[in-house]
């Protein structure tokens, strides 16, 4: 049986290896592709029947026009004619009466791979749209990374194998990066300690040692009462932070000050105690790997926290040592330049930004002007973004024209008036890289596109021409793309195998050499003197002040991936509806058992509930994992009707975890 070489396409940074068996022009199976160096032929439970995902039934197959109201999901065919040339006169018209900075389109990682992804760029910038902030998942990561490192790339994942203690901090690995799990677990075979410091006891604390649970968006205060202990005792790396680091006296003399223990178990929900051994514990380690996860990034404080944790591998020196340091995304990024596909120069003048966090606020009160004409791809905002209610009035606008290309009838395109259907990565080709690890691969598509579905970049051509866009560009096929942009030379890029990149296979980026830390100065930043703050401190979270008496944690799905894979009935099964998780002493507190229907609210909104008391979970927080559909839930919203618009201290990103709620039972 023909055998296509594939990548998963998703928002993970696993970017597993895939193979393909095709027959008859169908994906019959999908496999783990053992020619992987990351993934080595295994892929989640989620991706093992992807072709269920591609070949199911529920598919978009050809354009759709509305007919019934906005939300209300009732459509007819159109051919693909009528449908672009619809979207084009729609869109000329609002530009015309309104200036194209009315046109806002908005899409996020339906697919990650380079040309797809990044697709509509060009066509938006040459219209003259507004311009989308994608900052919807943890962009708070890099400053506080850049903050200390500069533009240092963070360790390779493989270093945790070499690890003697592995700290999941705030991510939930089992889930989120199965293959970083399975470093985790073969460090640990070969002695290493693991440590999980998260705010409640997730699918992945079953592999730790040891189970931290801290008060949430407290992390930064936990590491600089860490540095406290650490500088107290004598077991700073005094010899590394002389001659590698700035700022050490400065950091040491305020958390000395500043984070006794006793205050930052205040803080943190911690005992003193904990605190001075995970000090000890952590400084002693030969080559502690700490792997930051995205949990901590989705509050008020997020790249402060980020910044502080990036302090304690150089307090302790642990750089210097094989398997010890800090990652907090594989730095692969660097190796491409995507100008020669996004063109900003395109744009007749510098459009508005708008962030995409704030999309109930663009759609409902921003002005000058009003967004009249909204295009979605490869994003569901109305079940992804945060303050759901604000997201689905602005969708419902009679004034508003609404375009979706998706593969699935999502809660988004049921707004939309004009639905395209849109390929999967096995119908189309593109260039892939990671955000966890360092390999590379160019997929071909391995089967003809489904009913009259099109990709990303076909239909973005297609637009193009239909509106008089004439720039060379739109007229080339997505491999004249990838060509272009492999074109653009990068160190990381030097000596690669073209033939066995042609031909599918992963190849690894090489990190190129460079100083040892790219920074300012040259050496690791504890101090960073251009900083607006230029010492690391603990920073308050948003909800901190809030009257609701639980926290919110809208955690990851194993079984499905944001609102993705909720097109499957089998995944959907084992993700377990909307359940929310509660304590038993908080649920006692309220007079709930486990299994009763709940409605959680708070300032923003409610939505429905089954309760799970769970001893996973500690006192004064809620957890609630996954992105539901509107379909599957039995209120008006799914969690994100709890979240708000709020941003980060920097970034721009989205604070989905920094919310209070109360709970109540539902009649
Ligand atoms: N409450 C809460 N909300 C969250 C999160 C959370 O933890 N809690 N996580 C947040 C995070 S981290 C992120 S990254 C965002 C993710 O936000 P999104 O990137 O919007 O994520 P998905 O829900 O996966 O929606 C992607 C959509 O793209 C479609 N798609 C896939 N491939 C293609 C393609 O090639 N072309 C087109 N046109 N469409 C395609 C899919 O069918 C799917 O409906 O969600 C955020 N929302
Ligand atoms: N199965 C599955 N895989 C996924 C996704 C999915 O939805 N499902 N989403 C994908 C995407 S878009 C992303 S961005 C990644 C995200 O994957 P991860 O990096 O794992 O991030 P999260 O799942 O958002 O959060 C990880 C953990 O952080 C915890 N946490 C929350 N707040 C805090 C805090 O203040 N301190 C600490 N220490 N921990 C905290 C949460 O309880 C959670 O257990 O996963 C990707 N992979
Ligand atoms: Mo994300």
Request: aromatic share 6%; with cysteine; net charge neutral.
């Amino acid at each position: 049986m023909p055998l296509a070489r594939s990548v998963c396409p998703y928002d993970c940074p696993d970017a597993c290896g895939l193979t393909v068996e095709v027959e008859g022009g169908r994906a019959v199976a999908v496999h783990g592709d053992p020619e992987h160096p990351y993934s080595r032929g295994t892929s989640c439970t989620k991706m093992s029947h992807y072709e269920r995902t591609v070949h199911s039934p529920d598919r978009l197959r050809h354009p759709l026009l509305r007919v019934g109201a906005k939300g209300e999901g009732r459509f007819e065919r159109a051919t693909w004619e009528e449908a672009i040339a619809l979207v084009a006169e729609r869109l000329a018209a609002v530009a015309a009466a309104h200036g194209p900075e009315a046109i806002l389109p908005y899409s996020y990682a339906g697919t990650m791979g380079l040309v797809q992804r990044n697709a509509g760029h060009p066509f938006f910038h040459a219209l003259g749209a507004s311009r989308l902030d994608r900052t919807i998942c943890s962009p708070a990561k890099d400053p506080g990374w850049q903050a200390v490192m500069g533009r240092t790339p963070g360790l390779h994942p493989d270093d945790a194998l070499e690890s003697d203690l592995v700290v999941l901090w705030s991510i939930n690995a089992v889930a989120t990066s199965v293959h970083f799990a399975a470093r985790a677990a073969e460090a640990k075979r070969r002695g290493a300690r693991i440590w999980l410091v998260d705010t409640y006891a997730n699918d992945s604390a079953a592999m730790a040692d040891r189970v931290i649970l801290v008060r949430p968006g407290s992390d930064g205060a936990l590491a600089l009462g860490m540095i406290h202990v650490i500088a107290r005792d004598g077991l700073a790396d005094e010899r590394f932070l002389a001659a590698e680091t700035i700022g050490w006296p400065e950091l040491k003399a305020r958390a000395l000050a500043d984070y006794p223990p006793a205050r930052v178990a205040a803080l943190t929900g911690l005992s003193p105690e904990t605190i001075e051994e995970l000090a000890h514990e952590y400084a002693r380690a030969r080559a502690p790997f700490i792997r930051l996860g995205g949990g901590l990034t989705r509050y008020g404080n997020a790249a402060m926290t980020v910044r502080t944790l990036t302090c304690l591998p150089a307090v302790v020196g642990a750089w210097e040592r094989r398997g010890g340091g800090l990652m907090h995304q594989a730095s692969g990024s660097l190796a491409w330049d995507l100008s020669p596909l996004t063109r900003e120069e395109l744009q007749p003048r510098p459009a508005r930004v708008v962030n995409m966090n704030r999309l109930g606020h663009a759609l409902n009160e921003l002005d000058g002007p009003r967004v009249m004409g909204l295009y979605v791809y490869s994003s569901n905002p109305a079940a992804v973004a945060p303050d759901q209610g604000a997201v689905l009035r602005g969708l419902a606008r009679e004034d508003l024209f609404l375009c979706v290309h998706e593969r699935f009838l999502t809660d988004t395109a049921r707004y939309a008036d004009v639905v395209l259907p849109a390929t999967t990565s096995l119908e189309h080709p593109d260039l892939y890289r990671s955000y966890g690890h360092y390999a590379i691969q160019r997929a071909k598509g391995a089967i003809p596109p489904i009913g009259e579905s099109k990709s990303n970049w076909e239909v973005f051509g297609l637009l193009a021409r239909a509106m008089g866009l004439t720039d060379p560009l739109f007229g080339k096929s997505a491999d004249e793309v990838i060509e272009l942009l492999l074109a653009v030379p990068s160190p990381w890029r030097d000596g690669l195998d073209r033939d066995r990149l042609d031909a599918g296979y992963a190849v690894e980026l090489r990190r190129p050499a460079g100083p040892r830390w790219a920074t300012p100065s040259g050496r690791i930043e504890l101090l960073a003197p251009g900083h607006r703050e230029p010492l690391p401190r603990y920073a308050p979270t948003h909800a901190e002040e809030a009257r609701e008496p639980l926290w919110l944690v809208t955690g990851c799905n194993r079984f499905t991936l944001n609102s993705t894979f909720m097109e499957r009935p089998e995944l959907r099964e084992r993700a377990g509806g909307m359940v929310l998780q509660l304590g038993p002493a908080a649920a006692a507190a309220r007079g709930l058992a486990d299994g009763d229907p709940v409605t959680a609210w708070n300032d923003l909104g409610e939505a429905r509930f089954t309760l799970r008391v769970s001893p996973s979970v500690p006192e004064g927080v809620a957890v609630a994992e996954g992105v539901w559909w509107l379909r599957d839930a039995r209120g008006s919203g799914n969690v994100n009707s709890l979240t708000s618009q709020r941003l980060t201290d920097e970034g721009g990103g989205s604070t989905f975890y920094d919310n209070r709620i109360d709970v109540r039972r539902a009649p």
